[in-house]
């Protein structure tokens, strides 16, 4: 019985060093965009965008890791020729061990991007988000050698890990700078970006442990080549650092009109990479304002003898109203 509940204890406090000591970043990270920065809060070109992206992981076990991230952005002040204000919230869940241990949060966010040269040509914004977060140990969902009897598993029978459920909750604030510059022409755009999360460094526990959030610093950047008239290369690259966990993530995808003039429809072919660890294809279609992209990760660290097959798949699907797609030049931007 007490083995049961330190195998318990040793679950959780694996899970929760991965968890505070580097928070994973999706596949299709610049499709979450409130995640990685919160200056990219409204900037866009239009009034309004919805974000939206989920993660199974390693599902041939019956899918363990599940993560999902919702977020919806309202640009403000669009008439104004020197800036732009934008508010959005992002909604975002990770669960793990059939929902054994989860992590719910939301965050509300605002951002100023300001003109540098009077003409949009070199843009710089800051963001700040507020966000709320729940963790929760809920060791119902699991089954314990004390429930086995001659018929399987009983759940029904109580155990001293029961006792161990718990939920927390805490506040932090995360803040971010964007600097964007275009070409005259205004083809050619490269963007650079820093931010900080749980910036107040939140105190938090789990069980009777008591420790500090230390901060997430992601480091971005990226941009777009044009090829032709039809053909763009988007690039970008992010670098997260938290408690010495490193984990980076670059690629790039072309963006090919289906139809002449572009039309609204384009499709998105490309490649990612984390470092030491997956190689990541990807597809996607954009159609009249509407975005759908499916991802693989394919395992190439050095687990992956023991995790074969144990791969991840995620889908993103966001809507910009097309009208507003049309001004994309206007205003480069890390989400393509």
């Keep these: 019985m007490k083995r049961n509940v330190f195998i318990l204890i040793l679950?959780?406090?694996?899970?929760?060093?991965?968890?505070?000591?580097?928070?994973?970043?999706?596949?299709q990270y610049f499709a979450n965009p409130l995640s990685i920065n919160p200056a990219q809060t409204g900037h866009f070109g239009g009034s309004y965008r919805f974000s939206s992206i989920s993660r199974n992981q390693w599902g041939e076990d019956g899918n363990p890791y599940k993560s999902?991230?919702?977020?919806?952005?309202?640009?403000?002040?669009?008439?104004?020729?020197?800036?732009?204000l934008g508010v959005g919230l992002l909604v975002s869940s990770d669960n793990s061990n059939m929902?054994?241990?989860?992590?719910?949060?939301a965050a509300f966010s605002a951002a100023y991007n300001m003109e540098?040269?009077?003409e949009g040509n070199v843009e710089l914004g800051a963001g700040f988000q507020g966000q709320y977060n729940q963790r929760r140990i809920n060791p119902y969902n699991l089954t314990f050698e004390s429930q086995f009897g001659s018929g399987g598993f009983n759940t029904g029978i109580a155990t001293p890990e029961m006792s161990k459920a718990s939920?927390?909750?805490?506040t932090s604030f995360n803040a971010g700078l964007l600097l964007n510059v275009k070409s005259l022409e205004g083809r050619q755009a490269v963007y650079f970006g820093l931010a900080a999360y749980n910036a107040n460094k939140p105190k938090s526990?789990?069980?009777?442990?008591?420790?500090?959030?230390?901060?997430?610093?992601?480091?971005?950047?990226?941009?777009i080549i044009p090829i032709n008239e039809s053909t763009n290369i988007h690039l970008s690259g992010i670098v997260s650092l938290q408690e010495g966990a490193t984990e980076t993530l670059f690629g790039a995808v072309?963006?090919?009109?289906?139809?002449?003039?572009?039309?609204?429809?384009?499709l998105l072919l490309g490649t990612w990479v984390r470092i030491k660890d997956a190689l990541i294809p990807y597809i996607g279609l954009q159609w009249n304002g509407v975005q759908a992209a499916f991802s693989y990760d394919i395992n190439t660290s050095s687990i992956k003898t023991g995790a074969y097959n144990k791969n991840s798949i995620e889908?993103?699907?966001?809507?910009?109203?097309?009208?507003?797609?049309?001004?994309?030049?206007?205003?480069?931007?890390?989400?393509?």
């Excluded at 939920?167 to 805490?170: E, K, P, R, V």
Aim: net charge neutral; glycine share 12%.
């Design 167 to 170: 939920t927390m909750t805490y």
């Design 205 to 223: 526990n789990i069980l009777d442990a008591t420790f500090i959030e230390p901060i997430r610093w992601n480091v971005q950047s990226g941009g």
């Design 99 to 105: 929902d054994a241990f989860s992590v719910k949060r």
């Design 315 to 336: 889908f993103s699907l966001g809507y910009q109203p097309w009208g507003s797609l049309l001004k994309k030049e206007v205003i480069p931007c890390p989400f393509f």
């Design 254 to 266: 072309g963006s090919f009109d289906l139809i002449e003039n572009g039309g609204g429809k384009k």
């Design 11 to 27: 679950f959780v406090c694996l899970k929760c060093q991965f968890s505070y000591g580097q928070q994973y970043l999706y596949s």
């Design 116 to 118: 540098l040269d009077g």
């Design 68 to 84: 999902l991230g919702v977020s919806m952005e309202k640009a403000l002040l669009e008439s104004s020729s020197s800036g732009k």
